[in-house]
């Protein structure tokens, strides 16, 4: 059974600061993903990572995956109220249609 | 046109009342899902579509009824639900035979059950 592990859970930043937020996922999958919720709202697609050594960064978030230790993490620079959000990894599990197990979510919260 | 739509926004149904969640893209995607999502908890698998039929039924309980009529829309047909089934009702697509299978998220139907 796959299981997918988020840390922390919750996370209270001040602006400016830098922090990384780590999923860990027990058994090989081919795919992750990050996704960013806002209260209230759907799920924003942030990335996908495909293989081992991946990196990609969209402003001040970057994530990578390194698939032999079956972690993936999301770097935040200098943090802004703006992120403030709950951040999901999921990994796919069981074949092509891209079935997702979530994690349990990071709630961030970014002070002034 | 990049948008999973969803209707209704909200709805609040009693135990007795049937009722329909409604999903569509226009993104060509063939593979369409929907998820349950309560309050501060991840979104949870409930079935999968693929090619317009049920590939996968995450164990979910009958009185959730899914209905795939065509390639572009999705619905979840409900009856006799319970409180507890009170949530957020996510629906996803995602193109097939890509590299990344991306799921792309409609805004959701928040539902409530009395």
């Known amino acids: 059974e796959l299981k997918v592990e988020q840390n922390p859970l919750f996370l209270s930043m001040q602006e400016g600061k830098n922090y990384t937020i780590y999923c860990n996922y027990s058994t090989t999958s081919d795919r992750l993903y990050w996704y960013r919720q806002d209260p209230g709202k759907s799920l924003e697609s942030l990335f996908v990572l495909l293989s081992n050594g991946a990196v990609k960064q969209e402003g001040r978030l970057m994530a990578s995956l390194d698939t032999k230790a079956r972690l993936s993490t999301l770097h935040i620079t200098a943090a802004v109220h703006d992120l403030s959000a709950t951040y999901f990894c999921a990994v796919n599990y069981g074949g092509s249609q891209g079935n997702l197990i979530f994690g349990k979510g990071t709630k961030l919260s970014v002070k002034p | 046109d990049t948008e999973v739509t969803q209707t209704p926004k909200h709805l609040v149904m009693g135990m007795t009342n049937k009722k329909s969640l409604k999903c569509e893209q226009h993104?060509?995607?063939?593979?369409m899902y929907w998820y349950k999502q309560k309050a501060k908890k991840p979104p949870e698998l409930m079935f999968v579509?693929?090619?317009?039929?049920?590939?996968i039924n995450e164990s979910v309980p009958s009185r959730f009824s899914p209905e795939c009529p065509n390639s572009s829309l999705l619905n979840l047909h409900l009856h006799a639900l319970q409180p507890e089934d009170s949530a957020l009702y996510l629906c996803?697509?995602?193109?097939?035979?890509?590299?990344?299978?991306?799921?792309?998220f409609g805004p959701g139907t928040r539902l409530t059950v009395t």
């Open positions: 996803a697509s995602s193109p097939t035979g890509s590299m990344t299978y991306e799921q792309y």
């Open positions: 579509y693929s090619y317009e039929k049920l590939s």
């Open positions: 993104m060509g995607h063939r593979a």
